[in-house]
């Protein structure tokens, strides 16, 4: 189920719901377990990368130097040659590179293994069993896709630092001998402005798509893409907004080189756990979005009492006993039905055997049995017994004052039990009361 409109009182609750949930599934330990899985199954793809381009150097090693005699014309490039006749006069370590092929096919599957975890934890689902070549097919996929995220990283980064070099280094712009005047100076100041904002946006556009995609098919639940798209964005927007905050405050250049590329290390661990915590977070988000009205049911029927003195739990009163979403129906057909009653009217009579279960949004109600009245106020569930117990009614059921309820039917009371608990709980120790007094 799914809200059809959403209010401001909506809203907080629906993110009420998220963060709750989100603790309670323990999803900030899962956060972390992803952000080490990732980096872990990272770094031996780009040791593997490095491995294959070395094979490559030693076999056409023409080529490398050919790229550093064009590209020492705009960056000084002595230590890339003193880097690259290293390469090509090393070794060819072929079984080095056969156990780094091994490691990153492990390491890859367990980090997606511990991302189906943590989905499931929120979404409740099971993976479905699939035929051998599908699940061939699945794990090769989700090699690749490391294999081509540490690829786009090394891209990026080599990039971002080769750009650098030539627009902020002092070397010579874009344009051949003899063109200081017409087109190409412009071409290249437009390079110059375009691309560091293309380099520093490219890495997010591709998390919003990879996320929405994640939140799409991982879930089982088939969420649509437009809820899909949105929250994927609002996970790369923040993630996006982390990043830059840690780079006014964080500057390991300044370093050198052991605390450097320890404390980039470091940086990038705190980067992917709050990434992780980010996509956990939303991936619970949608859950809710999605079954935001059974969560809300179950809410209700868990709503503390008035006399409670905790004051977390007055402030779950304060925000859940006007369910804003259910209140503004009136339509019949629907399972959960907004009903007026004016005080005095009969809402159920005893012996009745009809199965609807009540909530008291406001007013107050009587129950009136053969020995025994008792008062119903606000923030109240009443009816369910019978509905619980399979008996007709064991009371008449009249408004005291001008009320407001929500009608259930027993179907989606049964949907509230089954996705709470705690609901179910609170329903047995009503039966073992009920059997205590009896």
Request: positive net charge.
């Amino acid at each position: 189920m799914k809200p059809k409109k959403y209010s401001l009182l909506t809203a907080v609750q629906s993110f009420f719901f998220a963060f709750s949930l989100y603790f309670q599934n323990n999803l900030y330990l899962y956060a972390p377990a992803c952000a080490f899985g990732f980096l872990y199954s990272l770094i031996p793809t780009v040791i593997m990368i490095t491995a294959v381009l070395t094979r490559f150097l030693h076999t056409s090693p023409e080529l490398l130097y050919a790229f550093l005699a064009s590209a020492e014309k705009w960056i000084d490039a002595d230590n890339l040659y003193a880097m690259s006749n290293y390469f090509v006069t090393s070794g060819r370590p072929a079984l080095f590179e056969v156990i780094t092929g091994i490691t990153v096919f492990f390491l890859a599957r367990r980090f997606f293994y511990t991302v189906m975890q943590s989905v499931q934890k929120i979404f409740h689902s099971r993976a479905e069993s699939r035929p051998l070549i599908a699940q061939l097919i699945i794990v090769a996929g989700e090699v690749l896709l490391v294999i081509i995220t540490a690829v786009t990283t090394l891209l990026l980064t080599a990039a971002k630092s080769f750009f650098y070099g030539v627009y902020h280094g002092g070397a010579r712009p874009f344009w051949p001998e003899g063109a200081e005047q017409g087109i190409f100076p412009l071409i290249s100041t437009g390079l110059a402005a375009v691309l560091p904002i293309l380099l520093n946006t490219v890495p997010y556009f591709l998390i919003w798509i990879f996320t929405a995609l994640a939140f799409r098919f991982a879930s089982g639940t088939k969420p649509s893409f437009k809820l899909c798209f949105f929250s994927a964005l609002l996970c790369s927007s923040l993630f996006a907004a982390v990043q830059y905050i840690f780079s006014l405050f964080i500057d390991t250049a300044k370093y050198n080189l052991i605390y450097g590329f320890l404390g980039s290390l470091m940086v990038m661990l705190l980067e992917v756990s709050v990434f992780f915590s980010l996509f956990l977070f939303f991936a619970q988000y949608i859950y809710v979005l999605q079954f935001f009205d059974s969560l809300l049911l179950a809410e209700l029927y868990l709503l503390p009492a008035r006399v409670e003195t905790s004051f977390f739990q007055r402030i779950r009163r304060m925000l859940f006993i006007r369910p804003g979403r259910f209140l503004k129906r009136g339509h019949t057909e629907e399972p959960v039905v907004f009903q007026k009653c004016k005080a005095g009217t009969l809402i159920y009579a005893k012996g009745t055997s009809d199965t609807d279960i009540y909530y008291l949004a406001q007013g107050s109600v009587e129950l009136i049995g053969t020995n025994k009245i008792t008062h119903i106020e606000a923030g109240s569930f009443f009816g369910e017994l019978s509905f619980l117990l399979n008996e007709p009614r064991n009371a008449d059921a009249r408004a005291l004052t001008d009320s407001e309820l929500l009608k259930i039917d027993a179907h989606t009371f049964t949907e509230l039990l089954e996705c709470s608990p705690e609901a179910v709980r609170k329903a047995i120790g009503l039966i073992s009361s009920l059997k205590l007094n009896s």
